[in-house]
Protein backbone atom coordinates (compact mmCIF):
# COMPACT_ATOMS: atom_id res chain seq x y z
CA UNK A 1 0.00 0.00 0.00
CA UNK A 2 3.13 2.41 0.64
CA UNK A 3 4.56 1.67 -2.37
CA UNK A 4 1.54 1.94 -4.26
CA UNK A 5 0.93 5.69 -2.74
CA UNK A 6 4.58 6.67 -2.99
CA UNK A 7 4.49 5.68 -6.46
CA UNK A 8 1.54 7.87 -7.57
CA UNK A 9 2.54 10.44 -5.61
CA UNK A 10 5.98 10.63 -7.24
CA UNK A 11 3.86 10.42 -10.78
CA UNK A 12 1.89 13.35 -9.53
CA UNK A 13 4.98 15.68 -9.17
CA UNK A 14 6.82 14.56 -12.37
CA UNK A 15 3.45 15.37 -14.19
CA UNK A 16 3.33 18.56 -12.68
CA UNK A 17 6.67 19.54 -13.18
CA UNK A 18 6.41 18.47 -16.84
CA UNK A 19 3.27 20.56 -16.88
CA UNK A 20 4.37 23.73 -15.82
CA UNK A 21 7.92 23.72 -17.81
CA UNK A 22 5.52 23.13 -21.31
CA UNK A 23 6.72 26.59 -22.60
CA UNK A 24 10.52 26.38 -21.52
CA UNK A 25 12.56 24.80 -24.37
CA UNK A 26 15.75 25.78 -23.34
CA UNK A 27 16.97 25.93 -19.79
CA UNK A 28 20.50 25.15 -20.88
CA UNK A 29 23.20 26.23 -23.11
CA UNK A 30 24.23 23.32 -25.77
CA UNK A 31 27.75 23.86 -27.25
CA UNK A 32 27.78 21.72 -30.82
CA UNK A 33 31.08 21.23 -31.93
CA UNK A 34 32.36 23.88 -30.31
CA UNK A 35 29.14 26.44 -31.04
CA UNK A 36 26.49 27.43 -29.07
CA UNK A 37 23.73 26.52 -31.12
CA UNK A 38 20.22 26.48 -29.36
CA UNK A 39 18.35 23.97 -31.26
CA UNK A 40 14.03 22.50 -30.79
CA UNK A 41 11.71 20.78 -32.57
CA UNK A 42 7.93 21.74 -32.34
CA UNK A 43 5.53 19.18 -33.48
CA UNK A 44 2.44 20.17 -36.02
CA UNK A 45 -1.08 19.73 -35.21
CA UNK A 46 -2.50 16.48 -37.43
CA UNK A 47 -3.70 17.45 -40.56
CA UNK A 48 -1.71 20.62 -40.71
CA UNK A 49 0.33 20.61 -44.25
CA UNK A 50 3.96 21.89 -44.25
CA UNK A 51 2.29 24.74 -46.91
CA UNK A 52 -0.36 25.81 -44.14
CA UNK A 53 2.34 25.62 -41.23
CA UNK A 54 4.62 27.68 -43.25
CA UNK A 55 2.51 30.38 -44.18
CA UNK A 56 1.91 30.85 -40.50
CA UNK A 57 4.97 31.07 -39.93
CA UNK A 58 5.88 33.71 -42.50
CA UNK A 59 3.28 35.95 -41.74
CA UNK A 60 4.42 35.15 -37.97
CA UNK A 61 8.40 36.69 -39.41
CA UNK A 62 6.60 39.35 -41.30
CA UNK A 63 4.39 40.92 -38.49
CA UNK A 64 7.02 40.57 -35.83
CA UNK A 65 10.21 41.50 -37.80
CA UNK A 66 9.38 43.62 -40.89
CA UNK A 67 10.39 47.31 -40.24
CA UNK A 68 12.20 46.72 -37.04
CA UNK A 69 15.77 48.25 -36.98
CA UNK A 70 16.80 45.56 -35.19
CA UNK A 71 17.17 43.18 -38.18
CA UNK A 72 19.68 42.35 -40.62
CA UNK A 73 18.07 40.38 -42.84
CA UNK A 74 15.15 38.32 -43.75
CA UNK A 75 15.70 35.33 -45.82
CA UNK A 76 12.20 33.26 -47.25
CA UNK A 77 12.64 30.09 -49.28
CA UNK A 78 9.23 29.06 -50.31
CA UNK A 79 10.53 26.03 -52.29
CA UNK A 80 12.29 24.69 -48.75
CA UNK A 81 10.11 26.05 -46.54
CA UNK A 82 12.54 27.80 -44.73
CA UNK A 83 12.98 31.39 -42.91
CA UNK A 84 16.16 32.89 -41.84
CA UNK A 85 16.30 36.28 -39.62
CA UNK A 86 19.51 37.85 -38.79
CA UNK A 87 18.19 40.15 -35.79
CA UNK A 88 19.24 42.06 -32.60
CA UNK A 89 17.77 42.01 -29.36
CA UNK A 90 18.26 44.71 -26.32
CA UNK A 91 18.85 43.27 -23.24
CA UNK A 92 19.43 46.69 -21.18
CA UNK A 93 21.10 49.71 -22.08
CA UNK A 94 24.55 48.19 -22.22
CA UNK A 95 24.30 44.70 -24.00
CA UNK A 96 22.86 43.60 -27.51
CA UNK A 97 22.56 40.12 -28.54
CA UNK A 98 22.98 39.31 -32.36
CA UNK A 99 21.63 36.38 -33.44
CA UNK A 100 20.34 34.15 -36.45
CA UNK A 101 17.08 32.26 -36.50
CA UNK A 102 16.84 29.72 -38.78
CA UNK A 103 13.29 27.77 -39.04
CA UNK A 104 12.02 25.47 -41.34
CA UNK A 105 8.87 23.49 -41.34
CA UNK A 106 8.18 19.72 -42.65
CA UNK A 107 5.06 17.66 -42.50
CA UNK A 108 5.74 16.61 -39.11
CA UNK A 109 6.25 20.14 -37.23
CA UNK A 110 8.49 23.54 -37.10
CA UNK A 111 12.53 23.21 -36.25
CA UNK A 112 13.84 26.52 -34.86
CA UNK A 113 17.58 26.82 -34.64
CA UNK A 114 19.22 30.10 -33.07
CA UNK A 115 22.96 30.19 -33.67
CA UNK A 116 25.61 32.74 -34.73
CA UNK A 117 24.99 34.25 -31.13
CA UNK A 118 27.22 37.64 -30.55
CA UNK A 119 26.71 39.92 -27.66
CA UNK A 120 27.71 43.99 -27.98
CA UNK A 121 28.02 46.20 -24.63
CA UNK A 122 28.93 49.24 -24.08
CA UNK A 123 31.31 49.07 -21.60
CA UNK A 124 33.43 51.55 -19.23
CA UNK A 125 36.48 51.75 -21.36
CA UNK A 126 37.68 54.48 -23.08
CA UNK A 127 36.95 52.59 -26.40
CA UNK A 128 34.26 54.41 -28.72
CA UNK A 129 33.55 50.89 -30.53
CA UNK A 130 31.98 48.46 -28.31
CA UNK A 131 33.20 45.58 -26.78
CA UNK A 132 31.94 42.62 -28.81
CA UNK A 133 31.99 38.94 -27.74
CA UNK A 134 30.65 35.78 -28.38
CA UNK A 135 28.19 33.49 -26.66
CA UNK A 136 30.68 30.42 -26.29
CA UNK A 137 32.84 33.20 -24.37
CA UNK A 138 29.41 34.27 -22.36
CA UNK A 139 26.96 31.84 -21.60
CA UNK A 140 28.10 28.21 -22.04
CA UNK A 141 28.75 26.43 -18.51
CA UNK A 142 32.68 26.70 -18.75
CA UNK A 143 32.23 30.41 -19.17
CA UNK A 144 29.40 31.25 -16.71
CA UNK A 145 31.71 28.80 -14.45
CA UNK A 146 35.45 30.57 -14.91
CA UNK A 147 34.47 33.61 -12.29
CA UNK A 148 36.36 36.45 -12.47
CA UNK A 149 35.02 39.95 -12.49
CA UNK A 150 32.32 39.34 -15.18
CA UNK A 151 31.00 36.65 -13.53
CA UNK A 152 27.88 38.09 -12.63
CA UNK A 153 27.30 39.88 -16.43
CA UNK A 154 27.64 36.60 -18.06
CA UNK A 155 25.07 35.08 -15.98
CA UNK A 156 22.44 37.68 -16.39
CA UNK A 157 23.15 37.32 -20.14
CA UNK A 158 22.70 34.30 -19.85
CA UNK A 159 19.20 34.39 -18.18
CA UNK A 160 18.52 37.32 -20.32
CA UNK A 161 19.35 35.11 -23.78
CA UNK A 162 17.39 31.93 -22.33
CA UNK A 163 14.11 34.38 -21.28
CA UNK A 164 14.46 35.94 -24.87
CA UNK A 165 14.57 32.18 -26.62
CA UNK A 166 11.46 30.50 -25.01
CA UNK A 167 9.89 33.79 -25.59
CA UNK A 168 11.05 33.28 -29.58
CA UNK A 169 10.03 29.26 -28.91
CA UNK A 170 6.32 30.19 -27.27
CA UNK A 171 5.44 32.56 -30.20
CA UNK A 172 6.30 29.74 -32.76
CA UNK A 173 4.95 27.37 -30.76
CA UNK A 174 1.52 29.33 -30.33
CA UNK A 175 1.29 29.36 -34.24
CA UNK A 176 0.88 25.44 -34.29
Sequence with gaps: MR?????????TVILFSVNGQSD??????PVVNGKVVFEYFILTEAGVTPEQGYSK?????????RGSQMVSGIRFDEKGHFITVSAKTN??????????????????????????????SKGNDS????????????????A?????????????????????LNEIYSEIKSLY
Design 3 to 11: KIFLTISLF
Design 24 to 29: VAFNSV
Design 57 to 65: LQKWVRDKY
Design 91 to 120: FDNLTTMNYRLDTSVTGAGCMIVVRDITYQ
Design 127 to 142: SFFPKVVTAEQTITDQ
Design 144 to 164: VNSGGDEKKYREGVRTATLSF
